[in-house]
């Protein structure tokens, strides 16, 4: 059985374009540093660390936990890298809880970052080669299959991309500040990879995130209510083969299911009080729903069309404002991560969703293929009825 | 039928050698800003750490994560010590020099950690372990760390850019570009050569599974969801028309080595006889409105083909696509379309 693992610090820089104002070193250590503030302890504390990003050519950096090793702290400690393409973020929070659950260490922090305009994620993920067709050239004609399969109205994706963004209205890291975007700005955006518009894709952000996690035993070390980590899942499956559900990849299907029955949660919609989904391309929020078993097929879109995803709704979905308005890819999924963790220590400032007590946290990678997610707790045995 | 095997026409294949290669920006941030910029301006900056000055400066204490903030900037040398060499008797292009010269652990004086550079000593008998050597300025330093060298000797250098010293406040180094890349070079797999080789005689080859009998075109060379590898004898070959499965119309990223300006559409197709789809085709002469789903296509090979005379420029062991050196365009076949349904499976 594992032992109990709690987020007792929570770390963000600010999501930008360019921080132009810091170095890679010090863009991971301001992240870090004011995780181990969150938590009132020092590097000194730390027993091993975690490091996740996207693939290297991202800023042609190559290993770089190597040479990010000191500026973490990790002289004379372990340190460990997780790659598992957009998802790793996710990934990498897990696999650093998975470090506490399992005794080997007491208190572990987790760094995960971007620094995308060192590079060109599109020339990256085109291999380097001219005719590329980037992320949202891969994951338009899935998000059509789901449209043609669901029936779903097109506004649904202008609905999402505005939500997330009115909700990083609320969320100073955020990197997009789009004050005045609405159903009509979105529809009226240039059309990038048919139906996705400018404005329903997410940005291209610099950035960093971490977390300190620790055992039950060091939990009362720090002032902040612990976030405890009732479970998490990771699942994978080849990107093309005969037969593949690309809409709804059965790994996602088995990730949600095989999390859901570690927590112990046999209806998500009512169990589940807050989710921060990856949804880079507005219309994963209503695929990710189905996908994770939230919603049943075809009925994602209507949560989505009544209001069930907002802020106010019963099944809020990215209150932070998500990868839609933020996206250091390699730090995205834990920001997910770490923002379920902020809902249920009622630390998420103005994007707070009233008692919330159960929130799940979810990433996906590569063609769709790779997912992380995770569901924390204020409570360390929540009862679901 | 074509011939095709052991055909005399059959296209040589090149082995695979290609450079990725990018631009990529460095922030240089509060510390290796100024360092930088000292490189260029003619001084050199440690941090002090605590009771030891460290150089190259870094941005915290490298035995605890502390943070250094950039008042602990020092100046240190411009001569030093070194601590240990290593002697490159054949320099490549990417090195400072073009003769043979020395790679050494320097200890600046003032510092207590060595800085890793060039000295230009003539020759290996002039290296010591313990030699004094000293900086050497460039005049015309861009901000980054091959703006000096060393040189045997405690000499004092001359500053850089003599004829720029008047220059008001010279804008500090805040980001560098280096263009970083690797060649890439491996032999094209078997079962990849014999792809290739046949479509530069008109034949689309792939391989039948030999666990469940799909089809898979391009092959891998292995059926990754049964795990069983696919040898010369599971080559089959399919036909060169099938249903258009998936696509989408591309809004060309303008990046580094893009060369495409216009939308397009990149479709993937299930070919008859095949069970996985060939991926990435360009299509640019059918109107993206008439384009869905469900259409059927046929290929036109184009007359390098006919006449033998493929030229396969840029193969890899990769790709999922069909190579543009042997296709013209796809035409609608005017058949009426497949059920999307029906193809839903295949939409990667």
Known sequence: ?385 | MRLWWNQPRMAELPEIDFTLEYPYTRTTGPIIGPFLTGLRDGRILGTRVGDRVVCPPVEYDPATGATIGPEHLVEVGPAGTVDAWTWVAEPTSKHPFDHPFAFAQIKLDGADTTMLHAVDAGSIEKMTTGMRVVVRYHDDGLGTITDVHFVPGDVPPAMPRPAAAGDADPEPVAITEHLIGVRIREPLQPHRRRFLQGLSVGRILGQRSPADGKIHVPSRGYDAINRVPMTEADDVEVADRGTVTSFTEITPVQYHGQTETEPYIRCSILLDGADTTIGGIDIRDIPIDEFRVGLRLQMIWNDAVGRGEVRFDDVDNRSYGLTEAVYERWEPTGEPDVDPELVKEHNF
């Not at chain 1, 923002?339 to 990678?365: I, M, P, S």
Request: glycine share 10%.
């Open chain 1, 1 to 385: 059985m594992a032992r109990p693992c709690a987020v007792v610090g929570i770390g963000q820089t600010q999501y930008k374009r360019r921080r132009d104002d810091l170095s890679l070193d010090g863009l991971v250590r301001e992240a870090a540093l004011r995780a181990l503030d969150d938590a009132q302890i020092t590097f000194a504390d730390i027993d091993a660390i975690v490091l996740g990003k996207a693939p290297d050519a991202l800023e042609g950096v190559i290993m770089p936990e190597l040479s990010l090793a000191d500026a973490l702290g990790a002289v004379g400690k372990p340190i460990h890298r997780v790659h598992t393409a957009g998802s790793v973020g996710a990934s990498t929070a897990i696999s650093a809880a998975v470090l506490v659950e399992s005794g080997r260490y007491d208190t572990v922090l987790t760094v995960t970052y971007e620094k995308q305009s060192e590079g060109n994620a599109t020339w990256a993920l085109s291999g380097g080669k001219s005719g590329g067709q980037g992320a949202g050239g891969t994951f338009a004609p899935w998000i059509r299959e789901y449209i043609r399969r669901s029936q779903a109205p097109e506004h649904i994706g202008w609905m999402v991309a505005v939500k997330d963004r009115r909700n990083a209205l609320k969320n100073p890291y955020a990197h997009l500040h789009l004050e005045d975007i609405s159903i009509e700005t979105v529809r009226e955006s240039p059309m990038l990879w048919d139906p996705l518009h400018f404005l329903e894709s997410c940005p291209s952000s610099d950035g960093a995130a971490a977390m300190v996690m620790c055992a039950q035993d060091k939990v009362s070390r720090s002032p902040h209510p612990p976030a405890w980590v009732l479970g998490h899942a990771k699942r994978t499956e080849f990107s093309s083969f005969p037969g593949r559900d690309t809409v709804k990849p059965q790994a996602g299907v088995d990730c949600a299911a095989a999390l859901y029955r570690e927590v112990g949660i046999t209806d998500p919609r009512r169990q589940i009080d807050v989710a921060e989904l990856y949804v880079p391309f507005s219309w994963y929020e209503p695929m990710w729903l189905e996908g994770h078993l939230i919603a049943e097929e075809g009925e994602g879109w209507k949560m989505t069309d009544e209001g069930a995803t907002a802020l106010t709704g019963d099944f809020p979905v990215n209150c932070s404002g998500g990868v839609l308005s933020s996206n250091p890819i390699g730090a995205s999924g834990m920001i997910r991560c770490l923002e379920a963790a902020n809902q249920v220590r009622g630390t998420a400032g103005d994007y707070q969703v009233d008692g919330a007590k159960v929130a799940l946290g979810h990433a996906y990678g590569g063609a769709a293929q790779y997912f992380a997610m995770w569901i924390v707790s204020s409570e360390q045995q929540p009862e679901f009825n």
